[in-house]
Structures are given as C-alpha cells and as structure tokens.
Nanobody, 124 residues
Framework: VQLQASGGGLVQAGGSLRLSCVVSGRTFSSYVMAWFRQASGKEREFVAAISMGGGSTYYADSVLGRFTISRDNAKNTVYLQMSSLRPEDTAVYYC??????????????????WGQGTQVTVSS
C-alpha cells in the first residue's frame, strides 16, 4: 500500500484548501484513514480521522468546525477540506492508514502507512 498526498499550497488567512490522498492497492476500504500535520520544529499532531466505511469522523479540537475529512472508497481517496485557515495551520500535512485498532485514537504510532506529506502555508 502506498499513499500519495497532494493539494497543498500557499493561501491567505481565511481561505480554503482541499487536500487529497490517493491510496494504491485494493484494500483501501479496510483502513481507518487520518490526517496529521507537523509544523516546523514541532511534533507531528493528529488532525482528523475517518472510519473505514466513511460514516464516522473525529477531529482535533483546533480544527473542529473548520476542517472536514471525507473518503471515496470507489476512488481509493481520502480528502481534507480546510476552511477558515489560520497562520497556525501552516504545516506539512500527512495522510495515514491504520488498521481497525487505530480507530478512536490520535496516536501516530497506531497508523501503519504514511504518505509523503504536502506543505500548507497560510499567510496572515
């Protein structure tokens, strides 16, 4: 399984971006999918996760109400719609795939496969 993230870029505060992560392989629907981010000089932190079927989601408090995670199992793709962006959202964003045991956690160690990251920069 390989993950390929895209969609990052430079945006002004208050703007929006949509990240995509395409997953190779035929087992996409068996993975819990998540987005993490890592700002310069900081630890990688949890952003959002979505269940295998896509019916359930949960978010970090810092992005709740502004970001939306979704998935299209027919396209092997998970998305992160980001709105009302703030300078503090600036980071490299990573998609991650985990087994069912990852569900309900925010621990990066529970996710087995990672994408390469896509840079999001929010200017003030």
């Amino acid at each position: 399984v390989q993950l390929q993230a895209s969609g990052g870029g430079l945006v002004q505060a208050g703007g929006s971006l949509r990240l995509s992560c395409v997953v190779s392989g035929r087992t996409f629907s068996s993975y819990v999918m998540a987005w993490f981010r890592q700002a310069s000089g900081k630890e990688r932190e949890f952003v959002a996760a979505i269940s295998m079927g896509g019916g359930s989601t949960y978010y970090a408090d810092s992005v709740l109400g502004r970001f939306t995670i979704s998935r299209d199992n027919a396209k092997n793709t998970v998305y992160l719609q980001m709105s009302s962006l703030r300078p503090e959202d600036t980071a490299v964003y990573y998609c991650a795939a985990g087994a069912a045991t990852a569900w309900g956690t925010r621990l990066r160690d529970n996710y087995e496969v990672w994408g390469q990251g896509t840079q999001v920069t929010v200017s003030s």
